[in-house]
């Protein structure tokens, strides 16, 4: 296993960031990890660079050194407060830091996106994740995988009621997911098997552009 390699991560201090930062800090693949954060984590590693950064106002500089990119940046337009920002978020900033850290020579982009990405949905948030996957695409990157998962599962910090209210729908959707098999890409996915994922497929290196629905992931 090559151990010479840099991953830039921007979403290290959300649910899927973080079981993804430690899977990095442990993976012999990396002997540097970047985060990119708007505030400090107050992590502390010996291969663990963090860079406090303004995403308003980012540079080549906030990105060099970038080999692999991951990306879990995300929010909701409620915490955002307008769907602008949530766009930022969602769209703009992954699609900067893309752009810059190809100029500074990253082969690899890996995304996390979501069920029902679609840049012609009528519905916002699944047309912004349509959107943000076509921009990135369109930037070029050798090797470009989306993750989709549907609903996470794994212990927030904070309350979000509609994640609690899905946690009781995917019980209920269970039983139906084993006999009926297109259901199963809407069972609740493990936080952790989302990171597990980006990390084997980063390691895998396969060329071209790749989704792995939420299905395929399970299997992490
Ligand atoms: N939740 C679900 O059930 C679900 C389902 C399907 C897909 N997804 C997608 O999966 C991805 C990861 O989700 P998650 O639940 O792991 O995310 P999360 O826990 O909400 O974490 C989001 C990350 O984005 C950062 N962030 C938010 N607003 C920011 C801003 N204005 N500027 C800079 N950074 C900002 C957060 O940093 P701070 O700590 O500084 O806020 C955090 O690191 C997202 O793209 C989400 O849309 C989620």
Redo the contacts with the bound molecule.
């Keep these: 296993m090559n151990s010479s390699k840099t991953a830039l991560l921007m979403?290290?201090?959300?649910?899927?960031?973080n079981y993804l930062v430690f899977k990095l800090l442990q993976s012999d693949r990396y002997e540097k990890v970047i985060t990119l954060?708007?505030?400090p984590m107050h992590l502390k590693h010996p291969k663990l660079e963090e860079r406090v950064v303004d995403?308003d106002q980012l540079t080549p500089g906030d990105v060099a050194g970038a080999e692999d990119v991951f990306c879990?940046?995300?929010?909701t337009i409620r915490q955002?407060g307008s769907k602008e920002a949530f766009q930022?978020?969602?769209l703009v900033?992954p699609v900067q830091i893309g752009k810059l850290a190809l100029e500074a020579g990253a082969r690899q982009y890996l995304l996390?996106s979501?069920?029902g990405a679609n840049a012609q949905s009528s519905i916002f948030y699944s047309k912004t994740k349509g959107e943000v996957e076509a921009r990135i695409a369109a930037l070029g990157y050798p090797n470009y995988t989306i993750f989709r998962?549907?609903?996470?599962l794994g212990k927030?910090k904070e309350f979000r009621l509609g994640?609690e209210l899905g946690k009781v729908f995917d019980l209920l959707l269970s039983p139906l997911t084993l006999l009926v098999p297109p259901f199963r890409k809407y069972k609740g996915i493990q936080?952790s098997k989302v990171a597990s994922a980006m990390l084997d497929i980063a390691s895998q290196e396969v060329p071209g552009q790749h989704i792995l629905e939420s299905d395929d992931l399970q299997r992490y």
């Excluded at 290290?12 to 960031?17: C, D, I, T, Y």
């Excluded at 879990?72 to 929010?75: N, Q, S």
Aim: proline share 3%; hydrophobic share 45%.
């Design positions: 979403g290290a201090s959300g649910l899927v960031g954060v708007r505030k995403f879990c940046l995300g929010t955002a930022k978020v969602d900033y996390v979501s069920i998962p549907s609903m996470l927030r994640e936080a």
